[in-house]
């Protein structure tokens, strides 16, 4: 690793002796976060505008969060499943409300909700749809993210997120995102679901064209497929709305959520939807260590508290009005794409590359990560103010001025 200030040599050494660089992370030090505001190990402070790819929709270390978390730390934080906890049914209800929906399984990481929801529609498949065993296929989009196991990355077309990391699990069926017609003929008797994200994150936050969500239910619904939205970044207020799908009026069958579950603190990730669907698994079919523990569905439920009376959606849509606004008047980016508090901003390849913007703006201040190679994601904690996003703004503007020399 090349020298980085804020880390000692030994500690560079440590890391070259020890790590693995499955990451290029940018040369900041990070030691102490507070709402929209992070420290590093020289007292320098950042706007974080990231908020770690949406998991920190409320900011770093929200009081009401850290608070849930240190009641549960002080009695019970883990049983397994082998036992009841008495935070579990409680958290079930709380996500199932917020949701509007009637079943609730656990999980920690978003890969894992995503498995569990392929698991979940083939066994539905099989067993109620009646697919002949072993034929169950399932449609995703071009440009997909669903996280990182092998049969999630073996449907992905990213080269660096799958090449090296074959054989695929089989049955997967992608078509490119937004096109409605290219989904309809990709739908035959063995589609058990649609596995779709509302909008593409990882991607660049790409946002499909109008109706296209609607058109997918639709599709689904007359061939009996189940639909599946991966809300793990998009959910949980980061569009402006609890679900995504909402704003088009869409309800799924699955929802697939993480990240901002878990407040910031602990994994929880959950696998949400139609309690007839879900209920196809039978004990000893699915589980895990940590999913439902007693300090995730406290942290969860608390999260749930946070969003249930929409204040935070609202802010989404506001600052996110606000920032757009900006963003689309900044000379130097080629497009911005957009909804809630979540852009995809390109930069003009005669300005420089999205690593070098954010490189300059970790050194003025604002944290931010690019996504392939040309895009700038900006998504900062949902508590950011209308000044603390002006300061964004205007900083990307020094930014991309400086850089066009
Ligand atoms: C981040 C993400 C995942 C994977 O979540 P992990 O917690 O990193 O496993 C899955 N789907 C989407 C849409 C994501 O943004």
Known sequence: MTAVEGLTDAQIALSDRYGVATYEPLPVVLSEGRGAWV??????????????????????????????AHRQ??????????????????????LAELTGTDAVLPMNTGAEAVESAIKVARAWGY??????????????????????????????????????????????????????????????????????EPVQGEAGVIVPPGGYLAQVRRLTAQRDVLLICDEIQCGLGRAGATLCTELSGV???????????????????????RRDVLGVLRPGEHGSTFGGNPLA???????????????????????????GERLRALPGLTAVRGIGLWFG??????????????????????????????TVRLAPPLVITHDEIDLLADTLRAVLRDLSG
Request: proline share 4%; hydrophobic share 45%; with cysteine.
């Open 297 to 323: 569905c406290a942290v969860g439920s608390a999260v749930c508290g946070l969003l249930a009376d929409g204040s935070f959606q609202e802010l989404a849509r506001a600052h996110g009005a606000h920032l």
């Open 127 to 196: 067993r109620v749809r009646g697919v002949p065993d072993g034929r169950a296929r399932i449609v995703v989009a071009g440009g997909n993210f669903h996280g990182r196991t092998t049969t999630v990355v073996g449907f992905s077309d990213d080269r660096s997120a799958r090449e090296g990391f074959g054989p695929f699990a089989p049955g997967f069926d992608r078509v490119p995102f937004g096109d409605a017609g290219a989904l309809a003929a990709a739908l035959t008797d063995d589609t058990v679901a649609v596995l779709i």
């Open 73 to 94: 730390l002080d009695t019970l934080t883990l049983t397994a499943r082998a036992f009841h906890n008495d935070r579990l049914p409680g958290f079930q209800r709380d």
């Open 345 to 374: 901003c390109d930069v003009d390849p005669a300005v420089g590359t999205g690593r070098e913007v954010c490189v300059e703006l970790a050194r003025r201040g604002v944290l931010a990560k690019e996504t392939h190679g040309a």
């Open 251 to 273: 309800r799924a069958d699955l929802y697939t959520l993480g990240k901002a579950l878990g407040g910031g603190i602990v994994p929880v990730s959950a696998v949400v939807g």
């Open 39 to 68: 420290t590093d190990v020289d007292g320098n402070r950042y706007l974080d505008a990231l908020a770690g790819y949406s998991a920190l929709n409320f900011g770093h270390r929200h009081p009401a969060l850290v608070a849930a």
